[in-house]
Protein backbone atom coordinates (compact mmCIF):
# COMPACT_ATOMS: atom_id res chain seq x y z
CA UNK A 1 0.00 0.00 0.00
CA UNK A 2 2.81 2.42 0.94
CA UNK A 3 4.82 1.18 -2.38
CA UNK A 4 1.49 2.05 -4.40
CA UNK A 5 0.70 5.38 -2.62
CA UNK A 6 5.10 6.38 -3.13
CA UNK A 7 4.67 5.00 -7.10
CA UNK A 8 1.73 7.52 -7.64
CA UNK A 9 3.03 10.49 -5.70
CA UNK A 10 6.63 9.65 -8.29
CA UNK A 11 3.75 9.83 -11.35
CA UNK A 12 2.84 12.89 -9.96
CA UNK A 13 5.94 14.78 -10.67
CA UNK A 14 6.27 14.70 -14.75
CA UNK A 15 2.57 15.28 -14.32
CA UNK A 16 2.74 18.66 -12.19
CA UNK A 17 6.23 19.56 -14.34
CA UNK A 18 4.44 19.45 -18.07
CA UNK A 19 1.15 21.67 -16.57
CA UNK A 20 3.42 23.87 -15.25
CA UNK A 21 5.59 23.92 -18.35
CA UNK A 22 2.23 23.92 -20.52
CA UNK A 23 0.91 26.94 -18.47
CA UNK A 24 3.97 29.25 -18.33
CA UNK A 25 4.04 29.13 -22.01
CA UNK A 26 0.15 29.50 -22.77
CA UNK A 27 0.69 32.73 -20.48
CA UNK A 28 4.13 34.32 -22.19
CA UNK A 29 2.95 33.54 -25.41
CA UNK A 30 -0.78 35.29 -24.84
CA UNK A 31 -0.91 38.59 -26.52
CA UNK A 32 -0.91 41.20 -24.35
CA UNK A 33 0.65 41.71 -20.83
CA UNK A 34 0.18 42.83 -17.99
CA UNK A 35 1.15 46.00 -17.89
CA UNK A 36 -0.30 47.01 -21.14
CA UNK A 37 -3.34 49.29 -19.05
CA UNK A 38 -5.87 51.78 -21.11
CA UNK A 39 -3.23 55.03 -19.97
CA UNK A 40 -0.24 53.85 -21.77
CA UNK A 41 2.93 53.77 -19.57
CA UNK A 42 6.17 54.95 -20.35
CA UNK A 43 8.52 52.94 -22.37
CA UNK A 44 11.32 53.54 -19.74
CA UNK A 45 8.82 52.91 -16.96
CA UNK A 46 7.03 49.51 -17.98
CA UNK A 47 10.73 48.52 -19.01
CA UNK A 48 11.54 48.92 -15.17
CA UNK A 49 8.78 47.49 -14.19
CA UNK A 50 9.14 44.40 -15.65
CA UNK A 51 13.07 44.54 -14.92
CA UNK A 52 11.73 44.33 -11.27
CA UNK A 53 9.70 41.31 -12.15
CA UNK A 54 12.09 39.82 -13.94
CA UNK A 55 9.94 39.89 -17.41
CA UNK A 56 12.79 41.04 -19.14
CA UNK A 57 14.77 37.97 -18.71
CA UNK A 58 14.45 34.98 -21.95
CA UNK A 59 11.27 32.58 -21.45
CA UNK A 60 13.46 29.81 -20.38
CA UNK A 61 15.07 31.42 -17.55
CA UNK A 62 12.00 33.23 -16.38
CA UNK A 63 10.47 29.57 -16.58
CA UNK A 64 13.43 27.96 -14.36
CA UNK A 65 13.80 31.35 -11.65
CA UNK A 66 10.02 30.79 -10.94
CA UNK A 67 10.52 27.07 -10.55
CA UNK A 68 13.32 27.21 -8.67
CA UNK A 69 11.37 29.63 -6.23
CA UNK A 70 8.12 27.99 -6.50
CA UNK A 71 9.99 24.81 -5.62
CA UNK A 72 10.78 26.83 -2.26
CA UNK A 73 7.46 27.86 -1.62
CA UNK A 74 8.12 31.30 -3.01
CA UNK A 75 5.13 31.65 -6.04
CA UNK A 76 6.53 35.43 -6.61
CA UNK A 77 4.56 38.34 -6.57
CA UNK A 78 0.82 39.39 -7.94
CA UNK A 79 0.77 42.01 -10.01
CA UNK A 80 -2.55 43.69 -9.90
CA UNK A 81 -2.49 43.12 -6.14
CA UNK A 82 0.66 44.60 -5.58
CA UNK A 83 1.45 44.16 -1.64
CA UNK A 84 0.12 40.91 -1.76
CA UNK A 85 2.43 37.19 -2.78
CA UNK A 86 0.55 35.05 -4.98
CA UNK A 87 1.32 32.69 -1.99
CA UNK A 88 -1.16 34.64 0.34
CA UNK A 89 -3.42 35.54 -2.15
CA UNK A 90 -4.18 31.94 -2.59
CA UNK A 91 -3.37 31.23 1.25
CA UNK A 92 -7.10 33.29 1.65
CA UNK A 93 -8.69 31.87 -1.41
CA UNK A 94 -8.32 28.18 -0.82
CA UNK A 95 -9.97 27.62 2.27
CA UNK A 96 -12.90 29.88 1.20
CA UNK A 97 -12.77 27.26 -2.03
CA UNK A 98 -12.01 24.33 0.09
CA UNK A 99 -15.46 25.00 2.32
CA UNK A 100 -17.70 25.50 -0.61
CA UNK A 101 -16.67 21.88 -1.84
CA UNK A 102 -17.13 20.35 1.93
CA UNK A 103 -20.44 21.61 2.06
CA UNK A 104 -21.56 20.88 -1.93
CA UNK A 105 -19.90 17.57 -1.10
CA UNK A 106 -22.22 16.77 2.33
CA UNK A 107 -25.04 17.74 0.73
CA UNK A 108 -24.46 15.24 -2.33
CA UNK A 109 -23.44 12.82 -0.09
CA UNK A 110 -26.45 13.06 2.35
CA UNK A 111 -29.17 13.93 -0.21
CA UNK A 112 -27.61 11.33 -3.14
CA UNK A 113 -26.80 8.36 -0.72
CA UNK A 114 -30.25 8.86 1.32
CA UNK A 115 -32.19 8.89 -2.28
CA UNK A 116 -30.17 5.87 -3.40
CA UNK A 117 -30.40 3.87 -0.78
CA UNK A 118 -34.78 4.45 -0.78
CA UNK A 119 -34.12 3.62 -4.80
CA UNK A 120 -32.72 0.58 -3.94
CA UNK A 121 -34.48 -1.03 -1.49
CA UNK A 122 -37.64 -1.01 -3.41
CA UNK A 123 -36.52 -1.01 -6.86
CA UNK A 124 -39.46 -0.43 -9.71
CA UNK A 125 -41.79 0.78 -7.40
CA UNK A 126 -42.52 4.14 -7.19
CA UNK A 127 -40.19 4.47 -4.27
CA UNK A 128 -37.50 3.89 -6.70
CA UNK A 129 -39.03 5.97 -9.64
CA UNK A 130 -39.87 9.33 -7.94
CA UNK A 131 -36.40 9.88 -6.42
CA UNK A 132 -34.48 8.52 -9.70
CA UNK A 133 -36.50 11.07 -11.63
CA UNK A 134 -36.00 13.64 -9.11
CA UNK A 135 -32.13 12.65 -9.96
CA UNK A 136 -32.77 12.98 -13.97
CA UNK A 137 -34.03 16.23 -13.22
CA UNK A 138 -31.10 17.27 -11.04
CA UNK A 139 -28.42 16.38 -13.59
CA UNK A 140 -29.90 17.96 -16.88
CA UNK A 141 -30.38 21.60 -15.19
CA UNK A 142 -26.75 22.93 -15.38
CA UNK A 143 -25.32 24.43 -12.30
CA UNK A 144 -25.28 27.58 -13.89
CA UNK A 145 -29.03 27.64 -14.20
CA UNK A 146 -29.85 26.26 -11.19
CA UNK A 147 -27.92 28.74 -9.63
CA UNK A 148 -30.01 31.76 -10.83
CA UNK A 149 -32.90 29.97 -10.54
CA UNK A 150 -32.05 29.19 -6.53
CA UNK A 151 -31.76 33.10 -6.21
CA UNK A 152 -34.43 33.76 -7.67
CA UNK A 153 -36.57 32.02 -5.47
CA UNK A 154 -35.05 32.31 -1.99
CA UNK A 155 -33.25 35.52 -1.94
CA UNK A 156 -35.61 37.64 -4.06
CA UNK A 157 -39.04 36.28 -3.74
CA UNK A 158 -38.89 34.56 -0.65
CA UNK A 159 -35.87 36.90 1.13
CA UNK A 160 -34.47 34.00 2.91
CA UNK A 161 -30.38 34.13 1.68
CA UNK A 162 -28.58 37.07 0.32
CA UNK A 163 -28.30 36.67 -3.25
CA UNK A 164 -23.94 37.05 -3.18
CA UNK A 165 -21.26 37.74 -1.01
CA UNK A 166 -19.01 34.97 1.36
CA UNK A 167 -19.66 36.75 4.97
CA UNK A 168 -22.31 35.37 7.27
CA UNK A 169 -23.20 31.21 7.90
CA UNK A 170 -25.98 31.72 5.90
CA UNK A 171 -24.54 32.38 2.72
CA UNK A 172 -23.25 29.26 2.53
CA UNK A 173 -26.43 27.77 1.70
CA UNK A 174 -27.39 28.22 -1.50
CA UNK A 175 -23.78 27.84 -3.18
CA UNK A 176 -23.21 24.78 -1.43
CA UNK A 177 -27.20 23.76 -2.76
CA UNK A 178 -26.45 24.79 -6.27
CA UNK A 179 -23.32 22.83 -6.20
CA UNK A 180 -24.32 19.81 -4.41
CA UNK A 181 -27.74 19.07 -6.04
CA UNK A 182 -25.88 18.00 -9.27
CA UNK A 183 -23.64 15.52 -7.54
CA UNK A 184 -26.19 14.36 -4.97
CA UNK A 185 -28.27 13.34 -8.38
CA UNK A 186 -25.50 11.17 -9.93
CA UNK A 187 -24.41 10.01 -6.28
CA UNK A 188 -27.99 9.03 -6.10
CA UNK A 189 -28.07 6.75 -9.93
CA UNK A 190 -24.52 5.20 -8.64
CA UNK A 191 -25.56 4.04 -5.06
CA UNK A 192 -28.99 2.56 -6.67
CA UNK A 193 -26.83 1.21 -9.29
CA UNK A 194 -24.28 -0.10 -6.91
CA UNK A 195 -26.90 -1.29 -4.01
CA UNK A 196 -28.65 -3.44 -6.97
CA UNK A 197 -25.78 -5.06 -7.87
CA UNK A 198 -24.83 -6.07 -3.94
CA UNK A 199 -28.24 -7.11 -2.57
CA UNK A 200 -27.81 -9.32 -5.76
CA UNK A 201 -25.14 -11.50 -4.68
CA UNK A 202 -24.97 -14.58 -2.75
CA UNK A 203 -23.25 -13.33 0.77
CA UNK A 204 -26.51 -11.65 1.05
CA UNK A 205 -28.79 -14.25 0.26
CA UNK A 206 -26.82 -16.30 2.52
CA UNK A 207 -27.29 -13.27 5.49
CA UNK A 208 -31.12 -13.21 4.58
CA UNK A 209 -31.25 -16.96 4.93
CA UNK A 210 -30.13 -16.61 8.60
CA UNK A 211 -32.26 -14.25 8.93
CA UNK A 212 -30.51 -11.04 9.27
CA UNK A 213 -32.55 -8.15 9.69
CA UNK A 214 -33.07 -6.25 6.20
CA UNK A 215 -31.62 -2.93 8.25
CA UNK A 216 -28.53 -4.71 9.01
CA UNK A 217 -28.52 -6.37 5.49
CA UNK A 218 -28.27 -2.82 4.11
CA UNK A 219 -25.98 -1.35 6.34
CA UNK A 220 -23.81 -4.06 7.63
CA UNK A 221 -23.25 -6.15 4.76
CA UNK A 222 -24.21 -4.45 1.79
CA UNK A 223 -23.43 -0.86 2.06
CA UNK A 224 -19.65 -0.92 1.73
CA UNK A 225 -19.93 -2.70 -1.27
CA UNK A 226 -22.40 -1.03 -2.85
CA UNK A 227 -20.76 2.34 -2.42
CA UNK A 228 -17.56 1.62 -4.55
CA UNK A 229 -19.30 3.31 -7.90
CA UNK A 230 -19.80 6.51 -5.80
CA UNK A 231 -16.22 6.19 -4.39
CA UNK A 232 -14.76 5.67 -8.33
CA UNK A 233 -17.01 8.54 -9.37
CA UNK A 234 -15.60 10.83 -6.95
CA UNK A 235 -11.95 11.15 -8.32
CA UNK A 236 -12.85 12.05 -11.69
CA UNK A 237 -15.82 14.59 -10.36
CA UNK A 238 -12.54 16.58 -8.99
CA UNK A 239 -12.17 17.75 -12.20
CA UNK A 240 -16.22 18.98 -12.91
CA UNK A 241 -15.78 20.43 -9.78
CA UNK A 242 -13.74 22.31 -10.71
CA UNK A 243 -15.87 24.39 -13.68
CA UNK A 244 -18.60 24.08 -10.64
CA UNK A 245 -16.11 26.30 -8.72
CA UNK A 246 -15.63 28.97 -11.37
CA UNK A 247 -19.18 29.21 -11.92
CA UNK A 248 -20.61 29.15 -8.47
CA UNK A 249 -18.15 31.20 -7.39
CA UNK A 250 -18.83 33.61 -10.00
CA UNK A 251 -22.43 33.68 -9.61
CA UNK A 252 -22.34 34.27 -5.89
CA UNK A 253 -19.49 36.24 -6.37
CA UNK A 254 -17.43 34.20 -3.09
CA UNK A 255 -13.45 35.35 -2.93
CA UNK A 256 -12.19 31.66 -3.75
CA UNK A 257 -9.33 29.78 -6.05
CA UNK A 258 -11.85 29.91 -9.05
CA UNK A 259 -12.64 33.82 -9.40
CA UNK A 260 -9.25 34.78 -8.40
CA UNK A 261 -8.40 32.55 -11.33
CA UNK A 262 -10.43 33.75 -14.23
CA UNK A 263 -9.35 37.78 -13.20
CA UNK A 264 -5.64 36.41 -13.09
CA UNK A 265 -6.14 35.46 -16.57
CA UNK A 266 -7.73 38.40 -17.64
CA UNK A 267 -5.76 40.98 -16.11
CA UNK A 268 -2.43 38.58 -17.42
CA UNK A 269 -1.14 38.58 -13.78
CA UNK A 270 1.42 35.89 -14.83
CA UNK A 271 2.51 34.88 -11.26
CA UNK A 272 -0.92 34.04 -9.82
CA UNK A 273 -2.22 32.18 -13.13
CA UNK A 274 0.25 30.10 -12.45
CA UNK A 275 -0.09 29.80 -8.88
CA UNK A 276 -3.79 29.11 -9.03
CA UNK A 277 -3.14 26.31 -12.33
CA UNK A 278 -0.23 24.91 -9.77
CA UNK A 279 -3.01 24.98 -6.62
CA UNK A 280 -5.40 23.05 -8.49
CA UNK A 281 -3.40 20.31 -10.49
CA UNK A 282 -1.71 19.12 -6.71
CA UNK A 283 -5.39 19.29 -5.57
CA UNK A 284 -6.82 17.33 -8.28
CA UNK A 285 -3.91 14.78 -7.73
CA UNK A 286 -4.04 14.34 -4.08
CA UNK A 287 -7.54 14.26 -4.42
CA UNK A 288 -7.61 11.21 -7.08
CA UNK A 289 -5.00 9.35 -4.85
CA UNK A 290 -7.46 9.54 -2.10
CA UNK A 291 -10.61 7.97 -3.90
CA UNK A 292 -7.93 5.16 -5.26
CA UNK A 293 -6.79 4.62 -1.66
CA UNK A 294 -10.36 4.64 -0.38
CA UNK A 295 -11.24 2.36 -3.09
CA UNK A 296 -8.31 -0.09 -2.30
CA UNK A 297 -10.08 0.26 1.58
CA UNK A 298 -13.68 -0.87 0.23
CA UNK A 299 -12.90 -3.82 -2.03
CA UNK A 300 -10.62 -6.10 -0.24
CA UNK A 301 -9.73 -7.72 -3.56
CA UNK A 302 -7.76 -5.14 -5.01
CA UNK A 303 -5.64 -4.85 -1.57
CA UNK A 304 -2.51 -7.10 -2.98
CA UNK A 305 -2.22 -5.76 -6.77
CA UNK B 1 -35.31 -13.49 -8.93
CA UNK B 2 -31.89 -11.26 -8.09
CA UNK B 3 -31.20 -9.05 -10.98
CA UNK B 4 -27.47 -10.40 -10.93
CA UNK B 5 -28.39 -13.64 -11.29
CA UNK B 6 -31.12 -12.50 -13.80
CA UNK B 7 -28.35 -10.74 -15.44
CA UNK B 8 -26.29 -13.71 -15.73
CA UNK B 9 -29.11 -15.93 -17.21
CA UNK B 10 -29.54 -13.72 -19.58
CA UNK B 11 -25.81 -13.09 -20.98
CA UNK B 12 -25.71 -17.11 -21.89
CA UNK B 13 -28.90 -16.93 -23.97
CA UNK B 14 -27.44 -13.68 -25.35
CA UNK B 15 -24.18 -14.47 -26.12
CA UNK B 16 -25.55 -17.38 -28.47
CA UNK B 17 -28.12 -15.34 -29.72
CA UNK B 18 -24.93 -13.21 -31.12
CA UNK B 19 -23.21 -16.20 -32.24
CA UNK B 20 -25.87 -15.56 -35.16
CA UNK B 21 -24.45 -12.29 -35.74
CA UNK B 22 -26.63 -10.46 -37.97
CA UNK B 23 -29.39 -9.94 -35.86
CA UNK B 24 -27.46 -7.95 -33.73
CA UNK B 25 -28.40 -4.67 -35.26
CA UNK B 26 -32.00 -5.67 -35.52
CA UNK B 27 -32.38 -6.75 -32.05
CA UNK B 28 -30.87 -3.42 -30.41
CA UNK B 29 -33.18 -1.16 -32.56
CA UNK B 30 -36.48 -3.49 -31.50
CA UNK B 31 -34.47 -2.85 -27.96
CA UNK B 32 -34.47 1.15 -28.08
CA UNK B 33 -37.98 1.37 -30.35
CA UNK B 34 -39.70 -0.63 -26.75
CA UNK B 35 -37.69 1.92 -24.89
CA UNK B 36 -40.22 5.09 -24.73
CA UNK B 37 -38.28 7.26 -22.45
CA UNK B 38 -35.27 7.31 -25.26
CA UNK B 39 -37.21 7.17 -28.78
CA UNK B 40 -39.45 10.05 -26.89
CA UNK B 41 -36.53 11.63 -26.08
CA UNK B 42 -35.34 10.96 -29.70
CA UNK B 43 -37.75 12.56 -31.38
CA UNK B 44 -38.13 15.87 -29.31
CA UNK B 45 -34.97 16.09 -30.04
CA UNK B 46 -35.32 16.16 -33.78
CA UNK B 47 -38.15 18.18 -32.87
CA UNK B 48 -35.71 21.14 -31.69
CA UNK B 49 -33.09 21.10 -34.08
CA UNK B 50 -35.73 21.23 -36.66
CA UNK B 51 -36.97 24.13 -35.22
CA UNK B 52 -33.43 25.75 -34.67
CA UNK B 53 -32.74 25.18 -37.74
CA UNK B 54 -36.05 26.26 -39.65
CA UNK B 55 -35.74 29.46 -37.26
CA UNK B 56 -33.36 30.43 -39.98
CA UNK B 57 -36.37 31.50 -42.16
CA UNK B 58 -39.36 32.55 -40.30
CA UNK B 59 -40.29 34.86 -37.71
CA UNK B 60 -38.04 38.47 -36.28
CA UNK B 61 -34.33 38.57 -36.35
CA UNK B 62 -32.37 37.89 -33.19
CA UNK B 63 -30.68 40.84 -33.84
CA UNK B 64 -33.37 43.12 -34.79
CA UNK B 65 -33.30 45.54 -32.05
CA UNK B 66 -36.00 47.79 -30.75
CA UNK B 67 -34.64 49.97 -27.98
CA UNK B 68 -38.21 52.02 -27.60
CA UNK B 69 -39.65 48.24 -26.78
CA UNK B 70 -37.26 47.34 -24.14
CA UNK B 71 -37.86 44.13 -22.27
CA UNK B 72 -41.62 42.86 -22.59
CA UNK B 73 -43.29 40.13 -20.76
CA UNK B 74 -44.54 37.17 -23.37
CA UNK B 75 -47.40 38.23 -25.48
CA UNK B 76 -49.34 37.36 -28.81
CA UNK B 77 -46.33 39.07 -30.42
CA UNK B 78 -43.29 38.00 -28.81
CA UNK B 79 -44.19 34.79 -27.79
CA UNK B 80 -41.40 34.26 -25.64
CA UNK B 81 -40.75 38.12 -24.52
CA UNK B 82 -37.79 40.24 -25.58
CA UNK B 83 -34.96 41.09 -23.98
CA UNK B 84 -33.28 44.11 -22.87
CA UNK B 85 -32.79 45.52 -26.34
CA UNK B 86 -36.05 44.66 -27.28
CA UNK B 87 -34.86 41.84 -29.47
CA UNK B 88 -37.66 38.82 -30.00
CA UNK B 89 -36.49 36.05 -27.49
CA UNK B 90 -37.76 32.91 -29.45
CA UNK B 91 -35.73 34.02 -32.85
CA UNK B 92 -32.62 34.59 -30.08
CA UNK B 93 -32.87 31.16 -27.97
CA UNK B 94 -33.61 29.64 -31.96
CA UNK B 95 -30.40 30.94 -32.76
CA UNK B 96 -29.05 30.48 -29.78
CA UNK B 97 -30.17 26.50 -30.11
CA UNK B 98 -28.34 26.28 -33.66
CA UNK B 99 -25.01 27.60 -32.56
CA UNK B 100 -25.13 25.19 -28.89
CA UNK B 101 -26.46 22.25 -31.10
CA UNK B 102 -23.58 23.05 -33.64
CA UNK B 103 -20.93 23.45 -30.96
CA UNK B 104 -22.15 19.95 -29.27
CA UNK B 105 -22.02 18.23 -32.90
CA UNK B 106 -19.10 19.66 -34.47
CA UNK B 107 -16.93 19.41 -30.95
CA UNK B 108 -18.51 15.34 -30.62
CA UNK B 109 -16.64 14.91 -34.16
CA UNK B 110 -13.52 16.04 -33.47
CA UNK B 111 -13.20 13.83 -30.04
CA UNK B 112 -15.26 10.97 -32.10
CA UNK B 113 -12.04 11.62 -35.08
CA UNK B 114 -9.41 11.64 -32.49
CA UNK B 115 -10.58 9.45 -30.13
CA UNK B 116 -11.57 6.43 -32.65
CA UNK B 117 -8.07 6.47 -34.80
CA UNK B 118 -6.20 6.96 -31.31
CA UNK B 119 -7.92 3.96 -29.83
CA UNK B 120 -8.23 2.06 -32.79
CA UNK B 121 -4.23 2.09 -33.50
CA UNK B 122 -3.02 1.72 -29.91
CA UNK B 123 -5.07 -1.40 -29.94
CA UNK B 124 -4.54 -2.70 -33.41
CA UNK B 125 -0.45 -2.46 -33.02
CA UNK B 126 -0.27 -3.08 -29.55
CA UNK B 127 2.78 -3.92 -27.54
CA UNK B 128 5.21 -1.27 -26.69
CA UNK B 129 2.98 1.11 -29.28
CA UNK B 130 0.32 0.39 -27.02
CA UNK B 131 1.28 0.80 -23.70
CA UNK B 132 3.16 4.13 -24.41
CA UNK B 133 0.11 5.10 -25.96
CA UNK B 134 -2.46 4.90 -23.58
CA UNK B 135 0.36 5.89 -20.56
CA UNK B 136 0.31 9.39 -22.44
CA UNK B 137 -3.57 9.16 -22.03
CA UNK B 138 -3.21 8.20 -18.48
CA UNK B 139 -1.32 11.71 -18.11
CA UNK B 140 -3.38 13.65 -20.20
CA UNK B 141 -6.09 12.81 -17.71
CA UNK B 142 -4.96 13.79 -14.82
CA UNK B 143 -4.30 17.15 -16.35
CA UNK B 144 -7.40 19.26 -15.54
CA UNK B 145 -7.82 20.70 -18.65
CA UNK B 146 -11.27 22.69 -18.21
CA UNK B 147 -8.23 24.85 -16.70
CA UNK B 148 -6.70 25.22 -20.33
CA UNK B 149 -9.61 25.72 -21.96
CA UNK B 150 -10.55 28.82 -20.07
CA UNK B 151 -6.80 29.96 -20.13
CA UNK B 152 -6.99 29.51 -24.18
CA UNK B 153 -10.05 31.18 -24.37
CA UNK B 154 -9.25 34.19 -22.45
CA UNK B 155 -5.94 34.79 -24.14
CA UNK B 156 -6.59 33.68 -27.65
CA UNK B 157 -9.93 35.59 -28.45
CA UNK B 158 -13.26 33.75 -28.33
CA UNK B 159 -14.39 32.60 -32.02
CA UNK B 160 -16.32 29.18 -32.90
CA UNK B 161 -13.75 27.44 -34.79
CA UNK B 162 -11.14 27.59 -31.36
CA UNK B 163 -14.13 26.19 -28.72
CA UNK B 164 -14.59 23.00 -31.28
CA UNK B 165 -10.84 22.07 -31.15
CA UNK B 166 -10.28 23.48 -27.44
CA UNK B 167 -13.51 21.12 -26.40
CA UNK B 168 -12.87 18.20 -28.80
CA UNK B 169 -9.59 17.90 -27.69
CA UNK B 170 -10.61 18.00 -24.13
CA UNK B 171 -13.13 15.08 -24.91
CA UNK B 172 -11.08 12.43 -26.77
CA UNK B 173 -9.19 10.81 -23.58
CA UNK B 174 -12.19 8.41 -23.07
CA UNK B 175 -13.35 7.76 -26.55
CA UNK B 176 -9.81 6.61 -27.36
CA UNK B 177 -9.81 3.87 -24.25
CA UNK B 178 -13.18 2.67 -25.18
CA UNK B 179 -12.42 2.15 -28.76
CA UNK B 180 -8.82 1.03 -28.06
CA UNK B 181 -10.68 -1.85 -24.87
CA UNK B 182 -13.57 -2.89 -28.29
CA UNK B 183 -10.87 -3.57 -30.41
CA UNK B 184 -8.55 -5.54 -28.20
CA UNK B 185 -11.77 -7.82 -27.62
CA UNK B 186 -12.30 -8.26 -31.66
CA UNK B 187 -8.44 -8.06 -33.09
CA UNK B 188 -8.03 -11.76 -32.44
CA UNK B 189 -10.98 -13.03 -34.61
CA UNK B 190 -11.02 -14.96 -37.32
CA UNK B 191 -12.63 -12.43 -40.01
CA UNK B 192 -9.67 -9.87 -38.88
CA UNK B 193 -6.82 -13.07 -39.33
CA UNK B 194 -8.68 -13.54 -42.75
CA UNK B 195 -8.35 -9.76 -43.74
CA UNK B 196 -4.47 -10.37 -42.73
CA UNK B 197 -4.01 -13.59 -44.61
CA UNK B 198 -5.61 -11.77 -48.00
CA UNK B 199 -2.50 -9.61 -47.28
CA UNK B 200 -4.38 -6.22 -47.10
CA UNK B 201 -2.58 -3.46 -45.50
CA UNK B 202 -2.39 -2.60 -41.86
CA UNK B 203 -4.55 0.69 -42.40
CA UNK B 204 -6.62 -0.73 -44.44
CA UNK B 205 -7.55 -3.73 -42.04
CA UNK B 206 -7.66 -0.77 -39.40
CA UNK B 207 -10.14 1.42 -41.33
CA UNK B 208 -12.60 -1.26 -43.03
CA UNK B 209 -12.74 -4.18 -40.94
CA UNK B 210 -12.18 -2.90 -37.53
CA UNK B 211 -13.47 0.53 -37.07
CA UNK B 212 -16.81 -0.14 -38.36
CA UNK B 213 -16.70 -3.22 -35.95
CA UNK B 214 -16.36 -0.93 -32.76
CA UNK B 215 -18.97 1.74 -33.73
CA UNK B 216 -21.70 0.12 -31.46
CA UNK B 217 -20.27 1.29 -27.86
CA UNK B 218 -18.76 4.81 -29.79
CA UNK B 219 -22.09 6.03 -30.79
CA UNK B 220 -23.11 5.16 -27.21
CA UNK B 221 -20.67 7.22 -25.49
CA UNK B 222 -21.00 10.14 -28.60
CA UNK B 223 -24.26 10.04 -27.82
CA UNK B 224 -23.04 10.80 -24.23
CA UNK B 225 -20.60 13.35 -25.27
CA UNK B 226 -23.04 16.20 -26.85
CA UNK B 227 -24.75 16.98 -23.75
CA UNK B 228 -21.30 17.16 -22.02
CA UNK B 229 -19.85 19.18 -24.89
CA UNK B 230 -23.00 21.51 -24.99
CA UNK B 231 -22.63 21.71 -21.39
CA UNK B 232 -19.24 23.27 -21.52
CA UNK B 233 -19.36 25.59 -24.40
CA UNK B 234 -22.44 26.83 -22.16
CA UNK B 235 -20.19 27.08 -19.08
CA UNK B 236 -17.78 29.25 -21.24
CA UNK B 237 -20.24 31.54 -22.51
CA UNK B 238 -22.07 31.66 -19.23
CA UNK B 239 -18.26 33.10 -17.64
CA UNK B 240 -17.98 35.60 -20.91
CA UNK B 241 -15.89 33.35 -22.45
CA UNK B 242 -17.68 31.86 -25.15
CA UNK B 243 -19.51 32.77 -28.61
CA UNK B 244 -19.72 36.62 -29.05
CA UNK B 245 -22.43 39.36 -30.16
CA UNK B 246 -24.08 39.75 -32.20
CA UNK B 247 -23.48 35.96 -32.06
CA UNK B 248 -25.59 34.18 -28.87
CA UNK B 249 -25.69 30.61 -27.95
CA UNK B 250 -28.04 29.25 -25.09
CA UNK B 251 -25.01 29.48 -22.60
CA UNK B 252 -24.77 33.36 -23.53
CA UNK B 253 -28.82 33.44 -23.03
CA UNK B 254 -28.48 32.36 -19.24
CA UNK B 255 -25.97 34.21 -18.44
CA UNK B 256 -27.81 37.73 -19.93
CA UNK B 257 -30.99 36.26 -18.31
CA UNK B 258 -29.36 35.58 -14.52
CA UNK B 259 -28.37 39.10 -15.02
CA UNK B 260 -31.83 40.27 -15.32
CA UNK B 261 -33.82 37.73 -13.47
CA UNK B 262 -34.97 39.91 -10.83
CA UNK B 263 -36.94 42.18 -13.00
CA UNK B 264 -37.64 39.68 -16.29
CA UNK B 265 -37.42 36.45 -15.27
CA UNK B 266 -38.13 34.87 -18.48
CA UNK B 267 -35.32 36.01 -19.44
CA UNK B 268 -33.95 33.15 -17.38
CA UNK B 269 -36.36 30.63 -18.09
CA UNK B 270 -36.82 30.28 -21.29
CA UNK B 271 -33.14 29.58 -22.16
CA UNK B 272 -32.38 27.58 -19.25
CA UNK B 273 -35.54 25.63 -19.81
CA UNK B 274 -34.38 24.85 -23.77
CA UNK B 275 -31.01 24.12 -22.84
CA UNK B 276 -32.42 21.85 -19.94
CA UNK B 277 -35.10 20.02 -22.01
CA UNK B 278 -32.24 19.28 -24.72
CA UNK B 279 -29.80 18.19 -21.97
CA UNK B 280 -32.89 15.50 -20.70
CA UNK B 281 -33.57 14.31 -24.69
CA UNK B 282 -29.44 13.51 -25.13
CA UNK B 283 -29.51 12.03 -22.20
CA UNK B 284 -32.38 9.81 -22.31
CA UNK B 285 -30.89 8.60 -25.69
CA UNK B 286 -27.76 8.19 -25.11
CA UNK B 287 -28.98 5.57 -21.55
CA UNK B 288 -31.16 3.62 -23.98
CA UNK B 289 -28.71 3.16 -26.87
CA UNK B 290 -26.37 1.79 -24.22
CA UNK B 291 -29.19 -0.23 -22.91
CA UNK B 292 -30.07 -1.38 -25.95
CA UNK B 293 -26.76 -1.85 -27.75
CA UNK B 294 -25.56 -3.97 -24.80
CA UNK B 295 -25.21 -7.25 -25.95
CA UNK B 296 -25.13 -8.83 -22.26
CA UNK B 297 -28.30 -6.41 -21.34
CA UNK B 298 -31.82 -8.42 -21.00
CA UNK B 299 -33.65 -9.27 -24.21
CA UNK B 300 -36.72 -7.19 -23.57
Redesign the interface.
Known amino acids: MIRFILIRLLQAIPVLLIISVVTFAMVRTAPGGPFDQEVKMQDEVKAAIEAHYGLDKSAIEQYFVWLGNALQGDLGPSFKYPNRSVHELIGDAFPVSLELGIWAMLVALTLGVGAGLIASTRPNTSRDYLPMSIAMFGICIPRFVMGPLLILVFSIYLQWYNSSGWFFASDRVLPALTMGIYYAAYVARLTRGGMLEVLGQDYIRTARAKGADEKRIIFKHAFKGGMRPVVSFFGPAMANLLAGSFIVESIFQIPGLGRYFIMAAFNRDYFLIQGTVMTYAVLIIVLNLLADILLVWLSPRLRFD | M?????NQKNEVIDLAHVEKGSSLWSDSWRRLSKNHLAVGGGFLLLAIAIVCVLGIWIGQSHEEQNLSLGPTAPSSDHWLGTDMLGRDMLARILFGGRISLLVGLVATFVSLVIGVIYGTVSGYIGGKVDSVMMRIVD?LY???????V???M???GRNLVLIFVAIGAVEWLTMARIVRGQVLSIKNEEFIEAAQALGLSRMRIIFRHIIPNVIGPVIVYATLTVPSVM??E??LS??GLGVQAPATSW?AL??E??DA??EY?WM?LFP?GA???T??CL??LGDGLRDALDVRRSKD
Open positions: SEAANITIPFIIFILLVFFLLAVFLGIKGAMEPLGLAILFNF
